[in-house]
């Protein structure tokens, strides 16, 4: 059953992209929302995850309040998924209408002096649009990828987002995937990593909307060690009209590095300063903050 399982899986994401990729764009948006409507309603451990995150988020708000902001945050989750399939379909004119961008200045001075970029992002918004429009408008975009199950599902995903002029690099299964990344930062180039979360056990506590969490220490880390600038970045998505919508990727100011402590403590301290950059446009665009994983140490509170 689990080989049948996983062939269906499969399956349904290469039908998906050729189906949703052939729809209308407000009919694909309204299906999609009927599908994260249809997951409130059913409840289970995502929801109830993506409850508890966002009630520490918004500590405010009260159960209806909070129910509401649940919904909207499956919505926005499956919207993410609702463009991904659709995103091979646009043209490079689409992918920049749908993106607005702000505080770029920065990143573009260093790029076009010859240094790489490194980037901390939050699960926000819409990543791989971002990272389309980065390869297209900013140049070469090299990330790592969680190694999904079950296989042929990672093969989908790496050769998608490969055809969208990213270079993706495995977490696992190929060798140091830091080792790969420094090899890579040179040269003008864009590393976008996610990092709210800690994937790999090796991630600091950091202060996050009040409370400490585990958040990867990898771009700081990175940054650290190859001298390329680290810029956290966090993504929305805006509305274009009433069944349509975009992104806007903000570029916050650049994080240097203490001039004084050991490897560790300019680790330590820089994760922290990306930290709060991301708080706050997680607690002004909560529902686009795409959490459904532990996060935060003190769990026992909630």
Same mark, same amino acid.
């Given at each position: 059953?689990?080989?049948?399982?996983?062939?269906?899986?499969?399956?349904?994401?290469?039908?998906?992209?050729?189906?949703?990729?052939?729809?209308?764009?407000?009919?694909?948006?309204?299906?999609?929302?009927?599908?994260?409507?249809?997951?409130?309603?059913?409840?289970?451990?995502?929801?109830?995850?993506?409850?508890?995150?966002?009630?520490?988020?918004?500590?405010?708000?009260? =159960?209806?309040?909070?129910?509401?902001?649940?919904?909207?945050?499956?919505?926005?989750?499956?919207?993410?998924?609702?463009?991904?399939?659709?995103?091979?379909?646009?043209?490079?004119?689409?992918?920049?209408?749908?993106?607005?961008?702000?505080?770029? *200045?920065?990143?573009?001075?260093?790029?076009?002096?010859?240094?790489?970029?490194?980037?901390?992002?939050?699960?926000?918004?819409?990543?791989?649009?971002?990272?389309?429009?980065?390869? =297209?408008?900013?140049?070469?975009?090299?990330?790592?990828?969680?190694?999904?199950?079950?296989?042929?599902?990672?093969?989908?995903?790496?050769?998608?987002?490969?055809?969208?002029?990213?270079?993706?690099?495995?977490?696992?299964?190929?060798?140091?995937?830091?080792?790969?990344?420094?090899?890579?930062?040179?040269?003008?180039?864009?590393?976008?990593?996610?990092?709210?979360?800690?994937?790999? *056990?090796?991630?600091?506590?950091?202060?996050?909307?009040? #409370?400490?969490?585990?958040?990867?220490?990898?771009?700081?880390?990175?940054?650290?060690?190859?001298?390329?600038?680290? #810029?956290?970045?966090?993504?929305?998505?805006?509305?274009?009209?009433?069944?349509?919508?975009?992104?806007?990727?903000?570029?916050?100011?650049?994080?240097?590095?203490?001039?004084?402590?050991?490897?560790?403590?300019?680790?330590?301290?820089?994760?922290?300063?990306?930290?709060?950059?991301?708080?706050?446009?997680?607690?002004? #665009?909560?529902?686009?903050? #795409?959490?459904?994983?532990?996060?935060?140490?003190?769990?026992?509170?909630?």
């Amino acid at each position: 059953m689990s080989g049948l399982a996983e062939l269906a899986t499969t399956a349904g994401i290469r039908l998906g992209k050729a189906g949703v990729g052939a729809m209308p764009e407000a009919a694909a948006y309204a299906l999609f929302d009927r599908f994260a409507d249809a997951a409130y309603l059913r409840g289970g451990d995502q929801p109830a995850r993506l409850r508890a995150n966002y009630a520490r988020v918004r500590p405010e708000l009260g =159960r209806r309040e909070l129910d509401a902001l649940v919904g909207a945050g499956l919505r926005s989750y499956l919207r993410y998924y609702c463009e991904a399939l659709r995103l091979q379909h646009l043209t490079r004119a689409q992918i920049d209408a749908r993106v607005s961008v702000v505080g770029d *200045g920065p990143v573009r001075e260093q790029l076009a002096a010859g240094r790489p970029v490194v980037c901390f992002l939050g699960h926000m918004g819409n990543w791989d649009l971002a990272g389309a429009w980065c390869s =297209r408008a900013l140049g070469r975009v090299v990330t790592v990828a969680e190694r999904l199950k079950p296989a042929e599902v990672f093969e989908e995903f790496l050769a998608f987002r490969t055809s969208l002029g990213m270079t993706i690099i495995p977490l696992t299964g190929a060798g140091d995937p830091f080792a790969a990344l420094r090899a890579e930062a040179k040269g003008p180039v864009m590393i976008p990593l996610l990092a709210d979360r800690d994937l790999t *056990g090796g991630g600091v506590e950091v202060d996050f909307v009040g #409370h400490r969490a585990r958040m990867a220490v990898g771009p700081a880390a990175l940054a650290l060690t190859t001298g390329a600038a680290l #810029h956290p970045v966090t993504i929305r998505h805006v509305r274009r009209g009433p069944w349509a919508w975009g992104i806007e990727i903000t570029f916050h100011p650049q994080v240097l590095a203490p001039p004084a402590g050991n490897t560790r403590a300019k680790v330590v301290a820089m994760t922290q300063d990306c930290a709060r950059a991301l708080e706050g446009a997680v607690t002004r #665009h909560t529902a686009d903050w #795409h959490m459904f994983q532990k996060v935060f140490v003190d769990e026992a509170a909630l």
